[in-house]
Structure formats: structure tokens, C-alpha cells
């Protein structure tokens, strides 16, 4: 008999609106999001083994941009750490936790494919670590070491605790979050609504997500950066987004995106300001992702096509608003 084993995805996100209220006492920023999952997916199998403890490995597909990075020098796996610092090892313990359950001479191993960009500010540790949460959920039950499985609401319980973006990338598809960002609504994506074009350009030097907010807050206090308004998701931004028109208006979508962080993002890491200068244009919109640096270019329809410097090393092709998204 096979060892019991599950498998699961979860995918990565972009921002397309991300307000940022004022720091609290303790040390968390409220927040208006918009999240929308894309077309690029974190797989993790947990399966039971005879080897106590838990063990971790990686695989990184041969056609993914990781790999790409990987082969020119510019990402080493070695940083994904392969013990309890992995957010997918701490996803795994939370469900046993949940479930009362102590591994004992038995142990899980845990096998991570990754596809989407380490410290790209699309959440690729919190889609592990979804990943990882719904593949133990289904593993435990499987192996008769649970009589039933958490509920969805449980497992983004769970999920809010290791981390804000989790609990979106455990629901995927397009979301409203506010709070720390945990706290969601899901939006409907009418079946014929088209697909946005959403083109990541990634860069080789990484930007610290506490040190731009760090950044946003000390530059508030100076003057330098807006003081935060109206913690709401436009109404406008969302319906522009779901129209089913069979070419999107573009203006009416760009209009309302909005990134906080963008600002202080570009102050610790000036050369973004080059890059987002060169990819605007009447058929594109392009903004920070998250708390970079990747620069995320958005477009209604066609594959993205440009020569400049900047964007020939590092690209991910990707769709938002497609329904066959998890």
C-alpha cells in the first residue's frame, strides 16, 4: 500500500490597488487591496514518510523564469531555506497543530515545485505556504490521522497567522482585502469577462517589503510622500475590471490603480523610475508590484513587445481575470 500522500497549487498575485493607512502601535499598517491571482502557480506535495520529522525539497521547472535566473547566475536556490524558516514547513505544522496531531516515528516530506519569482512581490512564499496548507489538510485524512479536514475557513484562519497574503492565495482568483489584508471579500468574475494581459519584469536586486514601509512611513512624517487617504477599494476600478467588453478600456481600469508603495519603493531603488518611464504607453500601464521591484506591466490585449535594456532579462507572460485560475 502507497503511502498517503496530497497534492495542491496555489497561485501568485498582483496588487492592483494597494492603499496603505498610517503604522499602529503595533507596528501594522491597515490597508485597502485589491488582489488578482495570475496565471503562474506554486505546487506542494505532502506526503506521509518513514523518516521522522519533516523533510523539504525543491524543483524548479526547466521553463520557468526561475530557471532562467538560475542558469545566468542571478538566483540561487540555495536561499530557499529547506527547514523550519520555510513558510510551507510552518503551513504544515499549523495543520498538524490544528489537528491535534503529533508526528511520532512517522514524518511528512515535502516537495515544492516553484515557478513564481523569490522576493517579487508576488507572493510566491505565501502561495507555497497556501499550497502547502491545503495538501496537509487532505494528506492527514488520507493517512487516517485526521477524521475529517479543516474547513476553507479554518485553513485561512490558519493561513492569516503565517502571513497576509496567504489567505488570498488560498481563495485565488480577484478579492477585495482589507485589514492587514487578511480580512477578504471575494469578488464574482462573470463567465465572459475578458482576460488583461499582465506582463512582470523582474529584477535581480531585491527590495526589502519592511524597509519600503519603513520608508513610506519616515517619508509621510518628512513631507515627502502623500499623507494616506480613504482606505476603499474604487467601486469604479472593480467594474472597469470586470467588463466583458471584448476589448477592455484600458484608461478606465489604469486610472484607478494605485500602489503606496510605489513611492518609497523607487526612493531605495531609483533605477525602477527609468524602467516604469520606458514601459507607459497608450496601450500599456505599468506600476510597481507590492513592495517591488518587480515592475508589472498591464495590458488589455497581445503579448508585450519591447527593446528596451531593461526589460530583455527577466519576463513572465502572465493572465489576471481568467476563470480557469485557481
Known sequence: MSAASATACAPGKVNLYFAVGDVQPNGYHPVASLYAAVSLYEEVTVAVSDEPGFSVSVEIPEESVLAQM???????????????????VKAVQAVLDAQGIELGEKGLSIHIVKNVPVAGGMAGGSADAAAALKATNRCVVEAGW??????DDELRDLGAELGADVPFCLMGGLAIGYGTGTELTPLDVPADTQPLHLTMILSTQGLSTPAVFAELDAGRAEGRYPAPGELEV??????????????KDLAAITRHIRNDLQAPAITLQPALADVLNQQQGADAHAFVSGSGPTVAVLRAEGRYNSQTPQSKKYIAELKILDRNLV
Open 70 to 88: 538560475e542558469r545566468a547566475g542571478d538566483f540561487d536556490r540555495s536561499s530557499i531555506p529547506l527547514d523550519a524558516r520555510n513558510l510551507a
Open 146 to 151: 485526521a477524521s475529517k479536514a479543516l474547513t
Open 234 to 247: 474604487p467601486q469604479a476600478l472593480i467594474e472597469a475590471l470586470i467588463d466583458s467588453s471584448p476589448s
